[in-house]
Structures are given as structure tokens and as C-alpha cells.
């Protein structure tokens, strides 16, 4: 038994997404359908589209989403028919060495897998009539419905709307983590953000969530400061260079930033954060450039100021935990959420939806599903 879904097919790099009817096979006995009901367009999507982030093809698309559990393998625990969960490209084994000590954003147990575009027994759930078809991060959510494994599924709240849990998958949970979970941001702290997309924004919301005193937000494009002053952010700029950002910062906080936040994935911006944090200060990366990307390190200024310098993967969250929270801080009025939500779309305007973002348009687009 199986069933068609429409999808957003990805054939071949720097092309168009595909919309077409694919085969959806039923679940393993490990397996969870989910009927999608909202998925968020990243960055992390585009990286596949330009070859940066390398991925077997063809592939439906889409790490960010969340839905309606419509049936179970026989021998799934994690969730019930009915549920509503919010899907997790990093799931984890619980029993590594990374996860028995609380770090299962580090597992690499189903690396391959994900990595690969299939489900855990490394096959394909979507085919067409050339044959099988990856599915992104094992989810493809840019697809009406998916088969998952059940360790890529949280259970949230009814009540928190599905394109604010389809967040809570990437982009909410990698910003809002690295602050809360990686960072540890303390009350009165200043912070740099540098990049106001859909993770800047959320670090933004981090920040102010942990009471920074100052919370400094750099972008390049005018038309996002709006939404990251109404997120939390103190002070937007946009800066001539790296050298022009560092002065203004240095007249904003006196000394540098106590945080500062690499929200884009540039080596050139990697290397001016070391430069916006004072002394005992951390620096975060929480942007991903390609695989093989350095920087230069001034090893003895970092010795003599005592800054540190660290990476932050998927908000270093444990995802069964943290997705409850941000969604019960997005209830309770903490995180402003719905407020980044800013452009829907149906699923057969995926490609507008990318070049919408990729213009520059604030706040995250989310691709809206009728079930």
C-alpha cells in the first residue's frame, strides 16, 4: 500500500524545485506519517540548491516542519496517531557517548543516513517513475506528506499553530539554543548579532529572553531592522566595513560585546566577531560557510583577552526537551514567534518563495499545507 503527495523535487544544482506527484510508501515498522502542515524556507535549503552543502539527488527538499501524525509503524513508542510534532534533521540514539552525557546534538549514530537523503534503514520512502527519491535531512518537508523515523519526531502542544512548531525546527531552536544552551547569556550582558535572518532574529529573541542590557543587531540589508527592533534589539546598523561595525560597537558598549553571535556563515564576518567581543568575552558561530572554510586566528590577542571562541550546531539543543520549551515560551508570550512569520506560501510557489528570500524579504516564509 502507498499513496501520491505532491512534492518539491530537486533534480540537479542551481535549478528550479520540481512540484510533481510522488509515491509515498507506507511506514517501517519505525516509522511515523506525518501530514505536513507548515514548513519553513532556510537558507540550509538554498546551500543544497547551489552545490555548497552536497546532497545525493533527486531529493525533495525542506529540514524545517511540522504536522499531524496520521499512522504509526507497528513498533513506534515516541508518538501516537493524532499527535502533532514538530520534525528534528538531527535525531539521536540516546546511548552514545555524546547522548549519555547530555549532548545529543553531537550523536552521530545517524549521521550517514541523514546525510544520504534516506530513512534509517538507509532506503527511500518517495519514488517516482524513474526510481527513488531522497528525502532532505531524512524529512522532505516540502512535501504534503512524509514518512519519517520516529527518533526525527517531537510531540508538541495542539495549541501552538503549525507554522510557528515548524519553526521551532530549525531556525528558532539553532538561534534561541545557542544562546540559552551554548553562550549562556546572563542578565545585563551585552550582545552583538551579526545577520538578521530567521537564526539571527532568533538569537535576537534569545537575548532578549535572557535580559541582555544591550542586544546590537548587524545586517546589510535596511529593510530588516523593523522586525529585529521588534524582536528585542536595541541598536540595528548597517556598516561601511568590518572596521566601521567595530567602532560603532565600541561607542555603543565602551569595551566590545560580552556575546557576539556569527549568524551567516561568512568566514570574513568569522573573523571581525573576534574582533566586536571584549575581553573575557565568547564569541559564537552559529552560520555554517562551506565545508572546507578557515580563518586566520590572532592566537596570542586571544590568549591576552581571554575570549572565547566556539561553535553552536542545532542551538547545542536536545530536541525532545527544547522544542517543549520554545513552544511553551511562545505560548506564554516569551518568544515573539509569529512575528517572524511574515510570508506564506502554497507549495507550488516554492521557487517564489526562495527568491523572496534570497531578495532579502525580513522574517521566514513558511510554505502553508491545506491538511
Known sequence: MSENTEAAVLYETNSDLVVESLNLAVPGPTEVFVQMGA???????????????????????????????????????????????????????????????????????????VGNGTLMDGTCRFNNSSGPVRQLGSLGCWSESVVVPEECCVSVDKSIPFEIAALLGCAVTTGVGAVLNRAKVKKGETVVVIGAGGVGLSVIMGAKLQGA??????????????LAMELGATEFFIPANNQDAHNK???????????????????????????????????????LDSEDATINLKTTAITRAEKTISGSIYGSACTDKDFLLYGEKFLDGDLPINLMVNRRYKLNEINIAINDMLEGKPGRGVIVFDN
Open 213 to 226: 542590557s544591550q542586544i546590537i543587531c548587524i545586517d546589510q540589508n535596511k529593510n530588516t531592522k523593523k
Open 39 to 113: 514548513a519553513g524556507i532556510c537558507h540550509s535549503d538554498v546551500h543544497v540548491i547551489s552545490g555548497q552543502a552536497k546532497q545525493i539527488m533527486p531529493c525533495v527538499l525542506g529540514h524545517e516542519g511540522a504536522g499531524r501524525v496520521t499512522s504509526v509503524g507497528e513498533e513506534v513508542s515516541r508518538v501516537i496517531v493524532g499527535d502533532h510534532v514538530v520534525l528534528s534533521w538531527l535525531p539521536y540514539c540516546k546511548s552514545c557517548y555524546h547522548c549519555v552525557r547530555g549532548k545529543t546534538h553531537l550523536c552521530k549514530t545517524f549521521q550517514t543516513q
Open 249 to 287: 560597537i565600541i561607542v555603543l558598549t565602551s569595551v566590545g560585546a560580552d556575546h557576539v553571535f556569527e549568524a551567516v556563515g561568512k568566514r570574513a564576518l568569522q573573523s571581525a566577531a573576534i574582533d566586536y567581543c571584549c575581553s573575557g568575552g565568547t564569541v559564537t558561530f552559529v552560520g
